[in-house]
Every structure is written in C-alpha cells, then in structure tokens.
C-alpha cells in the first residue's frame, strides 16, 4: 500500500505522476479522500475546456483514483464520503491504479461505421475479469455502438468514449 497522502501537495504530486499529467490540481479535502480536478488556463477556459471537465477523488486509505462528472467539486466529495459512510458503491469509476490494460486497433471503416478490435486484460490480483478480445463498432453520425457479444464490457465502454472524444476533437477515428 502506497504511503499515505496528507497534504494538498502531495495529492497534486501524486496526481501528476500517476496520471502522467503537468497540470495544477484544485484539492479539495473530504473525510475519506481528497476531490480534486485540473486547474485550467484563462485560455482553456475561454476555448470552452471547462465545460463536462470531470473530477478525480484520491481515497486516503488506499490512494486508489477514481473518476467523476463535472458536478462542483463541493458535490462530488459530498457524493464520494456518503457513498462510503453508507457502504454503498462510489459513483465514479477507478482509473488509478488500471484495472484493465487495454488496446485497441481499428479494423475496419464504412461511410456509416468505424469498427476497432478491442483486446483487454486485468493486471490486479485477483483479476477484475477473464481476458477479452471483443469487436466494437460504433455509428459516425449517432455515436452509438456495440460490440460482438451481449454484454459491453467496460473496456469496450472506455475505447468508445476515447474514440468519440477524439472524433469530436480532431476530427479523426
């Protein structure tokens, strides 16, 4: 288990790292963790980059990093402490340390569709899950997909938003 973080700036740091990121970090304490989410330039702000920008919350107890909405920083640590206090399910969802690594190839292109071959395994012990190797098509002008199997896996899940975004910002599949 990781040292524990007990200071603001050492949350930033150990955002930064595990994130691989060089941003500032607003922190926020909370009971059982620290809320955080990046600090943007007024030029950010202006071009829009603030609007859906998503929080973090690193738990005290085990510096696990999991990834929220874009609700006040304020709420997010509200939501966060209670899901806790209750014994219920965080909201968000844990991207530090991965539960799965990921890739991800693209196989194949029509007018209508972009399809991406999505191959994943958990690197924790126990593993989060069997390996996949999964098929994940989704619609250019709906943004909705699927895959080859019933069940969408939250790899497949996570591919799609990376490739939507990154339609949505450069214009690319």
Request: aromatic fraction near 8%; hydrophobic fraction near 35%.
């Amino acid at each position: 288990m990781p040292e524990p973080l007990e200071t603001p700036q050492q949350v930033r740091q150990y955002l930064a790292t595990a994130l691989n990121l060089s941003r500032q970090f607003q922190v926020l304490p909370t009971q059982y963790g620290w809320a955080c989410r990046e600090v943007l330039t007024r030029e950010e702000i202006q071009n829009g980059q603030a609007m859906g920008l998503g929080s973090y919350v690193v738990n005290r107890q085990t510096a696990v990093i999991t990834a929220h909405t874009s609700m006040p920083l304020e709420v997010i640590a509200q939501q966060y402490d209670q899901a806790i206090r209750t014994g219920q399910q965080v909201q968000g969802y844990q991207i530090y340390p991965p539960t799965w690594t990921v890739e991800a190839q693209l196989i194949g292109e029509t007018p209508q569709e972009i399809v991406y071959r999505v191959q994943a395994i958990s690197p924790t012990d126990p593993p989060a899950g069997p390996p996949i190797d999964h098929q994940l098509m989704i619609n250019k002008t709906t943004h909705r997909y699927r895959t080859n199997v019933t069940v969408i896996h939250e790899a497949c899940r996570q591919i799609a938003g990376w490739a939507i975004t990154q339609h949505q910002n450069w214009g690319t599949w």
